[in-house]
């Protein structure tokens, strides 16, 4: 039996993602997931170019696109969505995290 993806997408996610790459100026597989200890409430998430895969990283993929989980951001992440949010003041990548348990007043950190 399969299980189920670490985290899913959402259209708006996988459409950034594809414009993402399509800009990228090096060659790149895909995007990378983290999490990182910053910001007020203890951890921010973390995005970046993935240019090889790495061992023991769970991939995510959909539509075309690869999603590249860091191993020790995958327990914090695990059941999440990922969305791309857009409006006229600031643009960017939403987590709904399952397991965050608070966020910080702007909205740049959580913690579990």
């Known amino acids: 039996m399969d299980r189920p993806p670490a985290m899913t997408l959402t259209?708006?996610?996988v459409a950034r993602i594809k414009s993402l790459l399509d800009a990228a100026d090096k060659p790149v597989i895909?995007?990378?997931v983290g999490v990182k200890a910053q910001?007020?409430?203890?951890?921010?998430?973390?995005?970046e170019y993935a240019e090889k895969e790495l061992p023991f990283e769970e991939v995510v993929?959909?539509?075309?696109?690869?999603?590249?989980?860091?191993p020790a951001a995958t327990m914090f992440l695990i059941g999440s969505e990922m969305d791309y949010q857009e409006d006229r003041l600031q643009s960017g990548f939403v987590f709904n995290?399952?397991?965050?348990?608070?966020?910080?007043?702007?909205?740049?950190?959580?913690?579990?």
């Open 11 to 13: 259209e708006a996610a």
């Open 97 to 112: 995290n399952p397991n965050a348990k608070g966020h910080c007043g702007c909205g740049e950190s959580f913690h579990i």
């Open 61 to 70: 993929e959909d539509q075309g696109v690869r999603v590249l989980i860091d």
């Open 39 to 47: 910001g007020c409430s203890g951890m921010s998430y973390h995005v």
């Open 30 to 32: 895909g995007i990378r």
